[in-house]
């Protein structure tokens, strides 16, 4: 949201530079390399917003905030029929005992604790958070496997489970071919080209960049690739990452070989 509001902000007659982020280390020394960094930048905390905005009048900068302010406002307040905001993520489980998957996405100091909270409460976990520790990713996964539940991420930004795009990923048509990514950019091209081809996803399952790493040993790849296994919609599976740890790629694909369905695997 704050990304697509940063571009509107941007394009708006008499504003310079904008920079409108959520205060976590990363974004501090974004906006200070942009020429946004004071006392009270460096101050403060990963759940503040951070507005810089450099104009060319008084004018253009109050229209700037105003339009924020009005941006900012109707994306809060509006929404669907079936929109609804809880306090916490037990209070969304009573609510909705059927769900099954939970969207992380608060700063990377916070992630790993609301990820164990989904994966406690019975829930999939598709964690688009980054700057989570190695340790707690690792211990994320662990945990995901021993439950035989899923942990996509920490830094995953592309996902479509049942045909609903999360993140950044596209829509396309549900079909027979599913995907485990652990590249977002090759899981888009992936799906997308499939769909131009005239066939369909039935899941992309991504696993953060950092899955098929030696420290990591390619837990969600394997576990990815076990459901779509086990998926009955799905008769095509395709492994898609950057290139992997040698041992780790050979454990995915030494695993890949007994799947009794058709297997690609692109690791470039």
């Given at each position: 949201v704050l990304m697509q509001v940063n571009h509107a902000i941007s394009a708006m007659p008499g504003i310079h530079k904008a920079g409108i982020m959520m205060a976590t280390e990363m974004n501090k020394r974004i906006l200070g390399m942009i020429g946004f960094h004071d006392e009270a930048t460096e101050a403060a905390m990963p759940g503040d917003m951070l507005i810089g905005l450099e104009a060319e009048d008084a004018e253009s900068l109050n229209a700037a905030l105003a339009a924020l302010e009005e941006q900012l406002t109707q994306r809060k307040t509006t929404g669907g029929s079936r929109s609804k905001h809880f306090g916490s993520l037990a209070a969304a489980v009573r609510a909705r005992p059927e769900a099954t998957l939970a969207a992380v996405s608060?700063?990377?100091?916070?992630?790993?604790?609301?990820?164990?909270?989904?994966?406690?409460?019975?829930?999939?976990?598709?964690?688009?958070?980054?700057?989570?520790?190695?340790?707690?990713?690792?211990?994320?996964?662990?945990?995901?496997?021993a439950k035989n539940l899923l942990v996509m991420g920490p830094d995953c930004?592309?996902?479509?489970?049942?045909?609903?795009?999360?993140?950044?990923?596209?829509?396309?048509?549900?079909?027979?071919?599913?995907v485990v990514g652990a590249s977002g950019t090759g899981t888009q091209e992936v799906t997308t080209i499939v769909d131009q081809l005239g066939e369909g996803i039935s899941h992309a399952?991504?696993?953060?960049?950092?899955?098929?790493?030696?420290?990591?040993?390619?837990?969600?790849?394997?576990?990815?690739?076990?459901?779509?296994?086990?998926d009955a919609e799905t008769k095509v599976i395709v492994l898609?990452?950057?290139?992997?740890?040698?041992?780790?790629?050979?454990?995915?694909?030494?695993?890949?070989?007994?799947?009794?369905?058709?297997?690609?695997?692109?690791f470039s």
């Open positions: 608060v700063p990377g100091a916070y992630a790993a604790r609301e990820a164990h909270k989904a994966l406690d409460s019975g829930l999939n976990c598709f964690l688009f958070s980054d700057n989570v520790p190695l340790a707690e990713a690792i211990a994320l996964k662990r945990k995901a496997k930004g592309t996902a479509i489970i049942s045909g609903v795009p999360l993140a950044f990923a596209n829509v396309v048509s549900r079909g027979a071919i599913g399952i991504g696993t953060g960049g950092h899955d098929l790493s030696a420290s990591v040993g390619g837990l969600t790849m394997l576990a990815g690739h076990k459901a779509l296994t086990n898609v990452s950057q290139p992997p740890s040698k041992e780790v790629a050979e454990t995915v694909l030494t695993s890949a070989k007994p799947a009794g369905k058709t297997v690609c695997a692109r």
